[in-house]
């Protein structure tokens, strides 16, 4: 039906996700709430990585970052599973991101501000199939998860910053 849909008027697959931070004690710089979703307005705490000088006592920006990859790839591994036939016993996504903080502290100019590699640990039990199968749920994985192929590609990031001055 999707397919139909989407086939039939391409405009209609356009979606926007969203999340937004609106400052509040801004005294505290290491702790924050983000609300995901536009229409649902989810509030989730953020705070800030000890690494950085934060006390970590929240899930912090890259955590955020590992769960999206890593709820969006199980998502994927279980709708291609269901497209396949493919009847799932157990998952176990998990994705991990290594950084070197030194360059987002500005001690390290050499060092690139950016996570330098992730990784994605999936453990997939399936009941009655063929490694074949298998193998092509992963590659369907890989190619269909949204938050995977970003993450690989990359891509632009535009920016708008209105300031303002209070006296």
């Known amino acids: 039906m999707l397919y139909e849909k989407y086939q039939n008027n391409p405009k209609s697959a356009w979606i926007t996700d969203a999340a937004e931070v609106i400052g509040t004690n801004l005294q505290d710089?290491?702790?924050?709430?983000?609300?995901?979703?536009?229409?649902?307005?989810?509030?989730?705490?953020?705070?800030?990585?000890?690494?950085?000088?934060?006390d970590h006592d929240f899930p912090n920006p890259g955590d955020l970052l590992c769960a999206s990859l890593a709820s969006c790839f199980e998502s994927t591994v279980r709708l291609i599973s269901n497209k396949l036939g493919i009847t799932l016993l157990e998952t176990n996504i998990k994705a991990i991101a290594h950084i070197d903080v030194r360059g987002t502290l500005m001690i390290d100019k050499t060092v690139p501000v950016e996570f330098q590699s992730m990784h994605i640990d999936a453990l997939i039990i399936a009941m009655n199939t063929s490694e074949k199968l298998l193998d092509t749920?992963?590659?369907?994985?890989?190619?269909?998860?949204?938050?995977?192929?970003?993450?690989?590609?990359?891509?632009?990031?535009?920016?708008?910053?209105?300031?303002?001055?209070?006296?």
């Open 137 to 167: 749920l992963i590659k369907g994985a890989k190619q269909s998860c949204i938050v995977y192929k970003t993450i690989r590609k990359g891509i632009p990031i535009t920016l708008k910053v209105n300031t303002k001055i209070k006296t």
């Open 29 to 54: 710089p290491f702790r924050t709430t983000v609300s995901i979703n536009d229409k649902m307005k989810v509030p989730f705490k953020i705070g800030v990585h000890k690494a950085v000088g934060g």
